[in-house]
């Protein structure tokens, strides 16, 4: 049987981890952002590459190599102009929070969770959308801004994960329970 709470308390140590590190460092944590970004585009393009090499006919081997193009276009894209890309990056931050916090008030009501945890998952997905909602209406806050709000984001969303976590560890529900009780 293996327990629901390690992976949420998990999540939650690594999310004030990244919340420290991003409120110390703010202008360090976007460049890296954007340094991160580029190096997956760099890397996606050599592995379109080499799909477009090992495939069959020529329409799949054209199409995997206009999207590596398109991945070294963006990776040099982000490294050239890296401030255009942090309001690019802010953008998709705002929607991830905004997928992300709907989908944790819509499992409070969904999961026939307690009381507690259901409060827990609401206001984990009030937060998400509220950080969503500061970055959409005002894209051009700043990449400084942008590094520091995901700082304290990322330190409340961490201590929600590790009450959640403690709350499933007393409860204790473990993956097969949930997945019996989906039965």
């Known amino acids: 049987m293996k327990s629901l709470s390690t992976p949420l308390i998990a999540r939650g140590v690594l999310a004030i981890i990244v919340g420290i590190v991003a409120i110390a460092w703010p202008g360090v944590t976007v ?20 799909r477009a090499f090992s495939s069959g006919g020529a329409g799949p081997v054209f199409g995997h190599l206009l999207l590596a193009l398109i991945d070294v276009a963006a990776g040099i894209v982000a490294l050239a102009w890296p401030d255009a890309t942090a309001l ?55 990449a400084v801004t942008l590094a520091l709000l995901f700082g304290l984001f990322s330190l409340t969303y961490g201590v929600s994960q590790i009450v959640m976590g403690n709350e499933v560890r007393r409860s204790g529900k473990t993956l097969d329970s949930v997945l019996s009780d989906a039965r």
């Open 31 to 50: 460049l890296a952002l954007v340094i991160l970004f580029a190096v997956y585009a760099f890397l996606d393009a050599g592995l379109e590459s080499a």
């Open 88 to 142: 690019v990056l802010v953008l998709v931050v705002a929607v991830w929070a905004f997928i992300g916090g709907f989908t944790e008030i819509f499992a409070a009501f969904g999961s026939g969770e307690p009381a507690g945890m259901r409060a827990w998952l609401i206001l984990g997905g009030l937060v998400s959308i509220a950080f969503g909602v500061v970055f959409v209406s005002r894209p051009n806050v700043g």
